[in-house]
Nanobody, 120 residues
Framework: QVQLAESGGGLVQAGGSLRLSCAASGRAFGDFAMGWFRQAPGKEREFLAGIRWSGTAYADYVKGRFTISRDNVKNTVYLEMNSLKAEDTAVYSC???????????????WGQGTQVTVSS
């Protein structure tokens, strides 16, 4: 089992950047595929990016703007977001799964989420 806690959300102007962090505690962090999702008001939750020892995966709509990384010493995964747009406004959540498949299907572990608001 793993516990996740996000931080780094806030208000940013369009075109700006923000870095989200997700600190993990519990089982061996390195065993998990880690990722980020978001959910905007009235919309379904959507996968953004995932990372495991074998590599990274990104949703097409964030490729080139968002970068996921992890620090297995600090047990933390990051999401660097650049060129932010008003439509990026959402609650961003960190997730963990034993496999990338489990991560993407949402059946793993979740953090509480952090609000990101992009003003236009």
């Amino acid at each position: 089992q793993v516990q996740l806690a996000e931080s780094g959300g806030g208000l940013v102007q369009a075109g700006g950047s923000l870095r989200l962090s997700c600190a993990a505690s519990g089982r061996a962090f390195g065993d998990f595929a880690m990722g980020w999702f978001r959910q905007a008001p009235g919309k379904e939750r959507e996968f953004l990016a995932g990372i495991r020892w074998s590599g990274t995966a990104y949703a097409d709509y964030v490729k080139g703007r968002f970068t996921i990384s992890r620090d297995n010493v600090k047990n933390t995964v990051y999401l660097e977001m650049n060129s932010l747009k008003a439509e990026d406004t959402a609650v961003y959540s960190c997730a963990a799964g034993y496999t990338m498949t489990q991560l993407k299907d949402g059946s793993g572990y979740w953090g509480q989420g952090t609000q990101v608001t992009v003003s236009s």
